[in-house]
């Protein structure tokens, strides 16, 4: 072989050593790429269990705020009726004020009349 023809050869395998490296090198790359991927991945159902789980603490947060307004509405309902009964027995209270002055007055009444006849028997 002439001289001219091996430096041919070594070019060419100094080139294909070369792209063996290189092609090692990309797969290297790639691998790392695919363990990239697949730590994206885990990281991605990690948050969509933690997605998961927030919507199901919502979920029980909107069940327990529904029973607190449910509760809230059957106290005011209550607190209603105890209003009305006290209204009730304030009036009832006014008008047996009203029946004692009423029978108080009567009562001054016959006094002063029992006490005209008292004078008009004694004189």
Request: charged fraction near 30%.
């Amino acid at each position: 072989m002439d001289k001219e023809t091996k430096q041919i050869f070594e070019i060419i395998l100094n080139k294909l050593d070369t792209i063996e490296k290189n092609q090692d090198g990309m797969q290297k790359d790639m691998y790392s790429m695919q363990k990239n991927i697949d730590s994206m991945q885990k990281a991605q159902n990690n948050m969509q269990k933690s997605i998961d789980a927030t919507e199901s603490s919502i979920d029980r947060m909107q069940v327990a705020q529904n029973s607190i307004i449910k509760r809230q509405e059957l106290m005011e309902i209550r607190q209603d009726e105890i209003f009305e009964l006290v209204k009730a027995i304030e009036h009832s209270n006014k008008v047996k004020t009203a029946e004692i002055d009423n029978l108080n007055l009567k009562v001054a009444r016959i006094e002063g009349i029992i006490t005209g006849i008292d004078e008009l028997i004694t004189n």
